[in-house]
């Protein structure tokens, strides 16, 4: 989908009151309707993996810049990273800001960061959590995480937002434990979206990895078939977008976190991360703008 007709279903968004429009590309206000939407997807993920026991936690958007930079995010990310500034002048430097906004020049020059970083992804916060308990039980972690991200990438297709929700489940243990986690949730995770309505795939994918060096990480993980994604068309159906990914990050984490099994091997760690914001375009894409006139099917499983 062209550029012209990204803009055109943003626009029909924003004139049903779905989203609201700020000065920032990517950036919305959402209305009641389009929360609801969100609201029972998330019940319904929430009802497909409660069976399985997880522990659940939720965060704010911001984790402490040390879990960040420990991740290695920002090796292979650096492009998507954003970290929180505050002032930290005096009255001197307060009198300058204030003459900077008069003069509508930039006036954050003197911000400085703090220890607060944007989570580009739910399950980030949660590997101190668990590394902080010590040697993993045997039968490894299960969580249910969710949480604002942010990833800077600012664009005027509506399916890519520089904030937006994610819902993941978050397997950390052995290499087996983990590779039947993600084959469980590959199956749950297609049934989910296929209740849905909606036209999907699932292919091999890679992360959007920074540089030259990213390109042989890119062409590495599609090798190895460490990432899945399930994919919708919503702006495009020659590039559909990702709604659902599956990946296996391998003991990268667990050696990045300090993350050991009962018997002190490394441990391995894989997510299942649902992209909420945009399962509501896709959606209000495939089913019309409004709820009350979807499939009876669709309707039937997010309301009941």
Known sequence: MSTEAQIAFRDELIAHGLLHATDVDGLYAQSGVFEDIITRFDALVTRSGTADGPEVLRFPPGMARSTLERSGYLRSFPQLAGTIHSFAGGDREHAALIAELD??????????????????????????????????????????????????????????????????????????????????WLKRGRAIMESMGVPLDIDVANDPFFGRAGRMLAASQRDQALKFELLVPITSTEKPTACVSFNYHQDHLGHAFGLHTADGAVAHTACVGFGLERIALALLRHH?????????????ALWG
């Open 288 to 300: 019309g703008f409004d709820p009350k006139v979807w499939p009876e099917a669709v309707r039937r």
């Open 103 to 184: 003069r509508g020049d930039d006036w954050t020059g003197g911000q400085k960061a703090t220890g607060i970083a944007f989570a580009p992804a739910s399950c980030y916060p949660s590997y101190p959590i668990v590394a902080r308990r010590g040697p993993l039980p045997a039968d490894g972690a299960l969580l249910d995480v969710q949480s604002w991200c942010f990833r800077h990438e600012p664009s005027v297709d509506p399916a890519r937002l520089q904030l937006f929700r994610q819902r993941e489940h978050v397997r950390i243990g052995t290499p087996q434990q983990v590779l039947e986690f993600r084959e469980r």
